[in-house]
């Protein structure tokens, strides 16, 4: 099984094309339903007492939902807007809502889990969540600049107690204050990760180990709807990848980051999760083969 | 033989680790020094009275230099700055000087050349270029922002007459007004080149044809001392395998693809051309080898 933590929350995303509101969103709906594809997902998060019960009935047919707690008041919101180039996003509200003040609690069930995936929550409830658990035999975290910014002592100590970290390229040279991403690779596994894998949005992922470099390039797209949830479904692609294959030797890392770059490209054709959420595993395949096929020289 | 056309000038250029004042540059400098090393280059340009002997003989070592005229004037010279993350170059001057008012002849020996590469000259001095020679088997265009504000038509015809266009990302937007890739490469294929290299520097290149798509990543270089260069390295090296393998099919357009993205890896390693001046095809080939076995998967 992979723990999958992470925001769980009601999206609005604006483009000259369309406006979406209070749509399933958060890093760990993305994350969770692209693994579920791949393996049994379980969900630890928290939603206010609106979250829509037709959501939950969604995301429960996908993955085990013992571990999302409702709490007492709102959801978790996120209002942002994209240009037409679908290049940067600008943030027009956050409501931190049940999300702020929760502290995370891993149902016993999910304890002896193999995999534990640690998506945009705090560094401190990062740590909290790590503690709960018995042994992964491995463990991937993501984070975002805020906590960069407020909480990177905390971040450190999450890094030296992951198997792996998974940031974008601004995020590492930000945390790591250089400019070259194979530096800041370098410096996150001095601070204890085994690898890191650096997300480069439409140019691909490259993976790093102490002595070897997989570099990536993205899945060509020509129609992109949404690029909210690319880098969360992402490593929901390369968690999942893992967890069916039972292994972490370095081939199956990079098919895994692989797998990550297709799950990103479908999430971004439709708007929200509509992609996600109507997938079939011979789709993914599809895409897999045609992108090695692409790529082959 | 590979016909190279381009501009042969003196570079200053400033980083904050070093300064270089007035060294070998230009597009054609650094495409027929890439070049070179895989087939028979023919350098056509203008230098001024002030060209440097010395310069001279490094070049006329690499290249044949019967097309290289040295005009009644001083030499084209170009002064840029990097900062600290070697990422966007600022122009602090150009000076045009002999290069602005220069009618292209290619000699007579060059006219039956199967290759031609038009780098950075302006579009009408390309269709000069293109008018004088017999019939390339194949031609291979660049631009620069520059030409597509200033000479769009003049660009759009000599698109027409060309196999093939390299550019980079943010030219190819802006000439085919599109932020998508593909569209806009879909889009230099209607009006005319079988082929769109669209160059992302380190985030690598794609080869878009009408039914195929080639993704690449770039080379992962640690240590970069300066871009200057790497787009027309790379084109050296897409024309050099090109010619040395007499073939233009998918296949050997993808190698000639990698030997572009490796040759532009040494441009940058080094101070303005002094890494293309010493390199042998052991590295070259070694560093393709390398770069294949790294991204295969």
Not at 136 to 143: C, E, I, W
Not at 150 to 161: G, P, T, Y
């Amino acid at each position: 099984m992979i723990v999958n933590i992470g925001s769980v929350g009601l999206d609005t995303t604006r483009t000259p094309f369309k406006t979406v509101e209070d749509v399933m969103g958060g890093s760990g709906t993305y994350s969770g339903l692209a693994s579920s594809y791949f393996s049994e997902t379980g969900l630890v998060g928290i939603v206010g007492e609106d979250y829509p019960q037709e959501y939950l009935k969604i995301l429960g047919d996908r993955m085990d939902l013992r571990g999302l707690i409702i709490g007492k008041g709102k959801t978790f919101r996120f209002d942002s807007s994209f240009g037409y180039d679908m290049g940067k996003r600008k943030t027009n509200k956050t409501e931190l809502n049940v999300f702020g003040k929760w502290e995370p609690k891993v149902p016993e069930e999910y304890r002896d889990a193999e995999y534990l995936y640690l998506g945009n929550v705090g560094p401190k409830q990062q740590l909290r969540v790590i503690d709960q658990m018995e042994e992964p035999k491995l463990t991937v975290a993501d984070t975002i600049e805020y906590w960069i910014e407020n909480q990177k002592d905390a971040l450190i100590e999450v890094i030296s107690r992951v198997s792996g970290m998974v940031l974008n390229d601004e995020e590492l040279r930000q945390l790591c204050e250089t400019s070259n991403i194979i530096t800041g690779a370098r410096t996150i596994m001095d601070w204890g990760a085994t690898f890191v894998i650096i997300k480069k949005g439409e140019h691909g992922a490259v993976l790093f180990t102490r002595d070897r470099i997989f570099p990536t390039c993205g899945y060509p797209l020509e129609e992109i709807k949404d690029p909210t949830g690319a880098g969360d479904a992402f490593a929901g692609g390369l968690m999942g990848h893992i967890a069916r294959t039972g292994k972490t030797d370095f081939k199956t890392m990079k098919e895994a980051i692989i797998y990550g770059n297709i799950m990103g490209s479908f999430a971004i054709q439709r708007f929200g999760t509509d992609r996600l959420l109507t997938l079939t595993m011979e789709e993914i395949e599809g895409r897999y083969n045609k992108y090695k096929e692409m790529v082959t020289f």
